[in-house]
């Protein structure tokens, strides 16, 4: 067995990082969407298709670097990519209070993408991949459970912030702060590339090695105290966060502990010829680019789309409460990911969501639009954490960020369509009725992919 000791691996610090990161990331990227569709429409009397496609703008700039990230951080280590983006990402969010012209919104909106590029699934995920093995599938999702805490406290206190500043100083606020947070955690925490940089393996086994001497001082000052996981009580903290590789006095290269046994199970992808892989790849990107794109365009419009039937404030809370149940969500997957196949935990969220869009398109009333928004919502995570948990688990570790950042390309370009796709029906059909039930049937083929992807590659 490897060796191990009590000194709390680095990695659990790292996760939580992410954690805190995906916070803001999601309260201004994905669900701050829904703040700056309503005010800016309100605000400045511009059409909801004019201001939807502003915020594709948003999603395509990050579609364009999702490679460039996850090459970078392969090579550079997460820290100097995701310090540019939180600079990009609150400067984004400050300047759109102060748009005049469409134009401007866009450039804002430019600026935003590029942020969030780095500091969403993506680059977050590759910041945590380095680091775990064993615990590879719970290490992503508590990191990326940020993202609902963003989703029940971003809105309303976007909202707040609007309400009592106005929309320029309000946003403002908002992002200068996000960016003073951020950059101090990514600049301390995220120092170190990998494992290897401090002497470990992943999940904090000791990196054997003849000649090889760390003394309790070199790896303490690698590791911290634990982090608790927010959401988990101290008995259903994951395992290794009371574990890691120092030990209480230099070990001697005659001492060194028996290498790491190999891993008991190969990526799935290894045992496949290049183009049945690339299959198994591109199935899970259409998969997850649909069920994204329907995802992105939700959250975008849940508060216009609230209107109708509830008050600003109301809509406020429904799309907190609907983050909350995502939060939810991600932690029963939490505790089920490492143990479940994954491919069908995703087909079956996908399938909760078209029911909940069915029910919306059936029933448009306030109880039903509470509901089916609380069950679309506990699925958020799930669709949103899992992409990079599937290809995790079938592709391995090595150079996750630059095979993730291919597919991501796609799930990104794909996914960013789906504010200005829904704003444009929306207007030609002035409803979102129609638009809603054509949703439904692209999570619906997300399902297929996801089933039949796997079946075909294994024939």
């Given amino acids: 067995m490897p060796s191990r000791s009590t000194t709390i691996f680095h990695g659990w610090w790292v996760v939580l990082a992410c954690f805190v990161i995906a916070c803001f990331t999601w309260s201004l990227g994905l669900f701050g969407a ?16 004019t201001v939807a496609f502003a915020i594709t703008v948003f999603y395509f700039t990050s579609a364009c670097l999702q490679r460039l990230v996850g090459r970078s951080i392969d090579e550079r280590g997460p820290r100097p990519v995701l310090l540019i983006a939180a600079v990009s990402l609150g400067a984004g969010v400050a300047l759109i209070g102060q748009v005049r012209e469409p134009w401007h919104l866009m450039l804002c909106f430019v600026l935003v993408g590029i942020g969030w590029s780095a500091l969403s699934t993506t680059g977050l995920s590759a910041t945590v991949a380095p680091w775990f093995e ?11 459970m940020g993202a609902s805490v963003g989703a029940m406290v971003g809105v309303p206190v976007l909202l707040w912030l609007v309400r009592h500043f106005g929309m320029s100083t309000g946003f403002a606020i908002a992002g200068v702060t996000t960016t003073l947070v951020l950059l101090p955690i990514i600049a301390i925490v995220l120092r170190h590339k990998n494992p290897q940089a401090i002497g470990l393996q992943r999940d904090g086994d000791v990196q054997a090695g003849a000649g090889q001497e760390r003394t309790t001082a070199e790896l303490h000052e690698s590791s911290s105290p634990v982090p608790s996981v927010a959401g988990l009580g101290p008995a259903q903290q994951p395992p290794c966060v009371q574990q890691t590789a120092a030990s209480s006095t230099s070990i001697p290269s005659s001492a060194a502990p028996n290498p790491l046994p190999a891993a008991p199970n190969a990526p799935l992808a290894s045992n496949l010829p290049s183009r049945k892989a690339a299959f198994l790849l591109w199935s899970a990107a259409v998969a997850f680019a649909l069920g994204l794109m329907v995802q992105i365009g939700f959250a975008t419009h849940h508060v216009k789309l609230a209107l109708p039937h509830m008050s600003l404030t109301e809509a406020g809370w429904l799309v907190s409460a609907t983050g909350l149940m995502g939060f939810i969500g991600r932690m029963v997957l939490a505790r089920i990911v490492d143990g479940t196949a994954v491919r069908w935990l995703a087909a079956g969220a996908l399938t909760a969501q078209v029911l909940a869009l069915s029910a919306l398109v059936i029933w448009p009333t306030h109880a039903v639009l509470w509901v089916a928004s609380l069950v679309y919502g506990y699925c958020v995570g799930h669709v949103t954490t899992l992409g990079p948990i599937v290809v995790r688990r079938e592709f391995g570790a090595a150079a996750f960020g630059t095979r993730y950042g291919k597919a991501a390309m796609l799930i990104q370009f794909t996914s960013a369509m789906g504010p ?14 129609p638009v809603l039930a054509l949703a439904a049937v692209l999570d619906l083929l997300a399902v297929a992919a ?7 590659a294994l024939r």
């Fill in 34 to 49: 829904s703040v700056y569709l309503q005010v800016v429409t309100t605000e400045r009397g511009w059409a909801i298709g």
């Fill in 134 to 144: 064993r615990h590879q599938g719970r290490s992503m999702t508590l990191a990326i």
């Fill in 420 to 433: 200005a796709f829904m704003g444009f029906m929306r207007d030609a059909f002035e409803g979102y009725a």
């Fill in 450 to 456: 996801l089933i039949a992807g796997r079946r075909l």
